[in-house]
């Protein structure tokens, strides 16, 4: 198994930053993509961003520009830099990570970690 722990979200004024951190742990070989989703209240879980273990990066229209995605392969780690925040960035942020083992993907979620931005 493949425990992620997520850190970093809060409340922020529009316009603001925010650093989300995601930690893996455990089972951690074969973990190929890890990436942020979100879920806003009464929406489904959307793609934030997602970073290969080849570091090929993947982002969100509504994000572009504003967001980076990293990756600490040594520390296992992957953090969201949210710049220029703005309110309908709120929703609780997954992390996920991905294991492919003998051709099959095997998906990972993270608890969440709630990003709430004033107006």
């Known amino acids: 198994q493949v425990q992620l722990a997520e850190s970093g979200g809060g409340l922020v004024q529009a316009g603001g930053s925010l650093r989300l951190s995601c930690a893996a742990s455990?089972?951690?070989?074969?973990?190929?993509?890890m990436g942020w989703y979100r879920q806003a209240p009464g929406k489904q879980r959307e793609l934030v961003a997602t970073?290969?273990?080849?570091?090929?990066?993947t982002y969100a229209d509504s994000v572009k520009g504003r967001v980076t995605i990293s990756r600490d392969n040594a520390k296992n780690t992957v953090y969201l830099q949210m710049n220029s925040l703005k309110p309908e960035d709120t929703a609780v942020y997954y992390c996920?990570?991905?294991?492919?083992?003998?051709?099959?993907?095997?998906?990972?979620w993270g608890q969440g970690t709630q990003v709430t931005v004033s107006s």
């Open positions: 996920n990570a991905a294991r492919l083992i003998a051709g099959t993907k095997y998906n990972y």
């Open positions: 970073i290969t273990s080849g570091r090929r990066i």
């Open positions: 455990g089972i951690i070989f074969s973990i190929t993509d």
